[in-house]
């Protein structure tokens, strides 16, 4: 298991930006596809961006162009930059970690999460 904690959320006005942060610990994740999620209130876990162990990256359509993933393997991080945020952003920003080579954009594909970060665009 690898244990993921995020950091970087928190109130922005619409139009600004966020960068997101991931730090895995426990076992290697060099190997593992990792992604990022968010959830609002009431709604289902909605897929942002995965990247995969050598670099190749998948995006969501609700923010395709908006944000860019990251990743940094020997520091074990993963950084997910935001930019041209609107107040439809607003939700908890969750890391993932899939034990796969291959790139995933389905929540259940993923084997271990961090805690979220919240992510608050006003208007």
């Known amino acids: 298991q690898v244990q993921l904690e995020e950091s970087g959320g928190g109130l922005v006005q619409a139009g600004g930006s966020l960068s997101l942060s991931c730090v895995a610990s426990?076992?290697?994740?060099?190997?593992?596809?990792m992604g990022w999620f968010r959830q609002a209130p009431g709604k289902a876990r909605e897929f942002i961006a995965s990247?995969?162990?050598?670099?190749?990256?998948s995006y969501g359509v609700s923010m395709k162009g908006r944000v860019i993933v990251s990743r940094d393997n020997d520091v074990s991080t993963v950084v997910l930059r935001m930019n041209n945020l609107r107040p439809e952003d607003t939700a908890i920003y969750f890391c993932?970690?899939?034990?796969?080579?291959?790139?995933?954009?389905?929540?259940?594909?993923?084997?271990?999460w961090g805690q979220g970060t919240q992510v608050t665009v006003s208007s």
């Open positions: 993932a970690a899939r034990r796969s080579l291959f790139l995933g954009t389905v929540a259940s594909e993923y084997d271990d």
């Open positions: 990247i995969a162990w050598n670099g190749g990256k």
């Open positions: 426990g076992r290697s994740f060099r190997m593992d596809t």
